[in-house]
């Protein structure tokens, strides 16, 4: 009993000195906080929630955070509307619910940052570094929003199905912006060598090494779905780098909610039933990009 009400006073005296590094809002950005949601963090389907507890398939969402709940509430709200605004309508995601500092019904490795919630269709976001995060990394995150759709269960079509989505993501923010570089939002990533903020330029991708393609197939690994899909996004921007067309129809490919074919595992069978779901007049291009990325020896294997 005792060591749990000690417990109970560390976890009060850190939510305490956590609140008094928040500076709060100032008068004006109250002002201006209050004047657009009457006082809650909540406007036109984008949403700032705290006290939500996340688990592996889904969210139990907290209540809605408020004007004077402090800085970052603020600065994940107003971040999330300014990167809103900038997308065409045809290409906004209806709900953009945001759950900021939850708790963890399992313990999970991802501790900084923004992280896109599939199940739940949400975006878990870290106070700590809401403030880092400039346009792309908000529009990397509501294109997850807004392709979220039915995925393969198995675990070489799924592993697969990742890589493409965080390609999509990557060229949704880049059309959006008119600019293939974007923001890393990775603390480890933050920035270069010579002190400058990291970025992912879809010009200049890195290669995929033979140990990404192979752990597609390999239970205990895990491939990096942004190095894995960040080939495919760039040869998604080679092909089309200004209109809005293929990426309205990469977007309707991803959200189809029908559920996957369960013979659809590998690669080849993966992108056929993506080009199916894709409209007609983008399946050409899209082909043409998969093609390009997935390596001829695997597509055929």
């Given at each position: 009993m005792r060591g749990r009400l000690f417990r109970l006073a560390s976890l009060a005296v850190l939510a305490g000195l956590l609140a008094c590094n928040d500076p709060g809002l100032t008068p004006e950005q109250l002002q201006r906080c209050s004047q657009l949601t009457g006082g809650v963090l909540r406007h036109e389907g984008l949403s700032v929630r705290l006290d939500s507890t996340v688990h592996p398939g889904s969210i139990d969402a907290g209540g809605c955070a408020r004007c004077d709940h402090g800085r970052a509430a603020w600065l994940a709200f107003s971040g999330a509307r300014a990167a809103l605004q900038r997308v065409p309508p045809r290409l906004r995601p209806s709900e953009v619910p945001?759950?900021?500092?939850?708790?963890?019904?399992?313990?999970s490795a991802i501790e900084g940052g923004i992280v896109f919630h599939g199940p739940a269709r949400a975006l878990i976001v870290h106070g700590n570094a809401v403030a880092r995060f400039d346009s792309s990394v908000w529009l990397h995150e509501l294109g997850h929003l807004r392709s979220a759709g039915a995925r393969p269960p198995?675990?070489?079509?799924?592993?697969?199905?990742?890589?493409?989505?965080?390609?999509?993501?990557?060229?949704?923010?880049?059309?959006?912006?008119?600019?293939?570089?974007?923001?890393?939002?990775?603390?480890?990533?933050?920035?270069?060598?010579?002190?400058?903020?990291?970025?992912?330029?879809?010009?200049?991708?890195?290669?995929?090494?033979?140990?990404?393609?192979?752990?597609?197939?390999?239970?205990?690994?895990?491939?990096?779905?942004?190095?894995?899909?960040?080939?495919?996004?760039?040869?998604?921007?080679?092909?089309?780098?200004?209109?809005?067309?293929?990426?309205?129809?990469?977007?309707?490919?991803?959200?189809?909610?029908?559920?996957w074919p369960p013979g659809a595992i590998g690669p080849a069978a993966v992108a056929d039933v993506l080009l199916a779901r894709c409209p007609a007049r983008s399946r050409e291009s899209l082909s043409a990009a998969l093609r390009h990325w997935i390596p001829k020896e695997i597509w055929t294997g």
């Open positions: 945001i759950h900021l500092d939850p708790t963890r019904s399992t313990p198995r675990d070489v079509a799924r592993k697969l199905m990742r890589a493409v989505e965080e390609a999509v993501a990557d060229y949704y923010a880049a059309i959006i912006l008119g600019s293939p570089r974007l923001g890393v939002d990775d603390e480890v990533h933050e920035r270069t060598a010579d002190g400058q903020a990291a970025t992912r330029d879809l010009r200049t991708p890195p290669p995929a090494s033979v140990f990404d393609w192979a752990s597609l197939s390999l239970p205990q690994f895990d491939a990096d779905p942004h190095k894995l899909g960040w080939q495919l996004s760039a040869a998604l921007w080679k092909l089309e780098s200004s209109d809005t067309a293929l990426l309205e129809d990469l977007v309707t490919a991803l959200a189809n909610e029908a559920p």
